[in-house]
């Protein structure tokens, strides 16, 4: 993620705001989760697109992405486990070449 100034604050669905500093720390530790909880379920991590181990390396990657959230007004979907997946980067890349 790009570094912001982080005198710009963000607000969520319900109004609390937040810095870019926090978001960006509360981002990284949804993106742990995200690799822990999938460790967890399946026993190793993998590329959720190809279903391979050895599409490396992998990246979390937002499926809202966290500049549609911030400006969206719901920040807080930026940090949310469930709008986090994880991809290879062959098909990170490609996902988002596809996207655009």
């Given at each position: 993620m790009k570094p912001h100034s982080t005198n710009n604050t963000f607000s969520t669905s319900d109004g609390e705001r937040f810095t870019r500093a926090q978001i960006e720390a509360k981002i990284r530790r949804a993106k742990k989760a995200a690799l822990l909880i999938q460790q967890l379920e399946y026993g190793y991590n993998f590329c959720i697109?190809?279903?391979?181990?050895?599409?490396?390396?992998?990246?979390?990657?937002h499926v809202v992405p966290v500049k549609d959230c911030l400006e969206g007004g719901y920040a807080e979907l930026a940090w949310?486990?469930?709008?986090?997946?994880?991809?290879?980067?062959?098909?990170?890349?490609?996902?988002?070449?596809?996207?655009?």
């Open positions: 697109e190809c279903r391979r181990n050895d599409c490396v390396p992998l990246d979390c990657a949310d486990v469930k709008n986090i997946e994880i991809l290879g980067r062959k098909c990170h890349e490609k996902y988002y070449r596809d996207w655009e």
